[in-house]
C-alpha cells in the first residue's frame, strides 16, 4: 500500500471515530438545550473550519472567493437546502428522541438511498446481488425502527425519533447521490461551505425562536466542547476529509469505512451514555451492514456521462 493511500485510509479511520462519538457526545449538548439551538451553535463552528478550508483553497488556486456561487449557484442552494435543513432538521429531532445507537444503525442505511437515486439518475447499475443486498439492508433498517430501545410501545418518541432518523438517511443518500457531479467540477470543501452558508439563515431562525428557552446556567463547558466537536469535527472537517478520499481512493473504497460508524456508536453510547444494546439492534444492525457489503461487492461500473 503506498503511503498516499494509507494516509486517506487513516483519515477514514479518524472520521469513523468522530463520527461515531459523536452520536452520544451529541446527546449531552441535547440535555441543555433545544435541537435547533443546537443547530445554531454547532454550525457556526462548521462554518468556521470548512470557510478556512474553502479560503485556503482559493487562495492556492487564485480563483475567486464567491466563484462557485457565481458558476453552480443554483445548484448548491439546492443541495444546502436538502442536505443542511431537511437532513439536518431530521437527524437532530431524530438524536434528541431515539438512543444514539438506534440513530447511528438507520443512518448507516443512507448508501442504500444513494444507490436507489444513483440507479435512478444514471449513475449506477445493481445486480441481483446487488438489489438482494439493498433489500436485506431495508429490512434491517426497519427492525432498528420499530424494535429500538424504548420504541415497542408505538406511543413512545423513541419511534418517532427512529422514523425521523430513517427520513435522515434518505435525505442524506439523495444529498449524496445528487452531489456527486458537482463534487469534480468544485473543490469539495468549497461546495460543503457554500450549501451550509445558503442553508443556514433557516437553521438560525429556527435556532433563534427557542433561544428562550435554554437555561442558561445548565450551559456549562461541557456543552460548549460538545458543541464544538460536533460542529467543527463532525459536521466540518471530517466532511473534508471524506469528500477529498472519495476523489484518491474512490467511492466504494471510502463508503465501505462508513459500515464502521454504527458499531462505534453503539460502543460509545453503552460506554458514556449507559445506553443498552438490544438483540434487535444487533439483529437489525447485522442486517443494514451485511445488506450494504452485498451492494459493495456486486458495484459495477458507473454509467459513462
Do not use: C
Not at 428562550?212 to 445548565?218: E, G, I, P, R, T
Request: hydrophobic share 55%; no cysteine.
Amino acid at each position: 500500500m503506498s503511503q498516499s493511500r494509507l494516509k486517506y485510509e487513516l483519515a477514514l479511520l479518524f472520521d469513523v471515530l468522530v463520527w461515531g462519538i459523536n452520536f452520544p457526545i451529541l446527546k449531552v449538548a441535547l440535555a441543555a438545550m433545544h435541537p435547533f439551538v443546537v443547530n445554531l451553535f454547532r454550525f457556526i463552528f462548521s462554518l468556521l473550519v470548512l470557510g478556512a478550508l474553502h479560503a485556503w483553497t482559493h487562495r492556492r488556486d487564485r480563483t475567486p472567493f464567491f466563484e462557485p456561487l457565481r458558476t453552480h449557484g443554483r445548484a448548491i442552494l439546492l443541495l444546502g437546502l436538502l442536505g443542511y435543513v431537511i437532513y439536518q432538521l431530521a437527524f437532530i429531532e431524530g438524536v434528541h428522541l431515539t438512543t444514539s445507537g438506534s440513530a447511528a444503525l438507520i443512518m448507516a442505511s443512507a448508501p442504500l438511498w444513494t444507490a436507489v437515486i444513483s440507479q435512478l439518475r444514471g449513475y449506477d447499475r445493481l445486480n441481483l446481488l446487488g438489489w438482494i443486498g439493498l433489500l436485506v439492508s431495508l429490512l434491517g433498517t426497519v427492525v432498528v425502527v420499530i424494535y429500538g430501545p424504548r420504541a415497542l410501545d408505538f406511543s413512545e418518541d423513541a419511534l418517532l425519533g427512529n422514523l425521523l432518523m430513517t427520513g435522515a438517511a434518505v435525505a442524506w443518500g439523495a444529498y449524496t447521490a445528487l452531489s456527486q457531479p458537482f463534487v469534480h467540477r468544485m473543490d469539495p470543501a468549497s461546495l460543503t461551505f457554500f450549501s451550509l452558508l445558503l442553508a443556514y439563515p433557516i437553521l438560525a431562525l429556527l435556532g433563534l425562536l427557542h433561544l428562550d428557552a435554554v437555561v442558561w446556567a445548565d450551559v456549562d463547558a461541557t456543552i460548549w466542547a460538545a458543541l464544538i466537536f460536533s460542529g467543527a469535527l463532525s459536521a466540518g472537517l471530517t466532511v473534508a476529509f471524506w469528500n477529498h478520499a472519495i476523489r484518491h481512493v474512490g467511492p466504494s473504497h471510502t463508503a465501505a469505512f462508513g459500515n464502521l460508524v454504527p458499531v462505534v456508536a453503539l460502543v460509545a453510547g453503552y460506554l458514556m451514555l449507559g445506553e443498552p444494546i438490544t438483540p434487535a439492534q444487533l439483529l437489525g444492525g447485522a442486517g443494514i451492514i451485511g445488506g450494504l457489503l452485498l451492494m459493495r461487492r456486486a458495484r459495477r461500473m458507473p454509467l459513462p456521462s
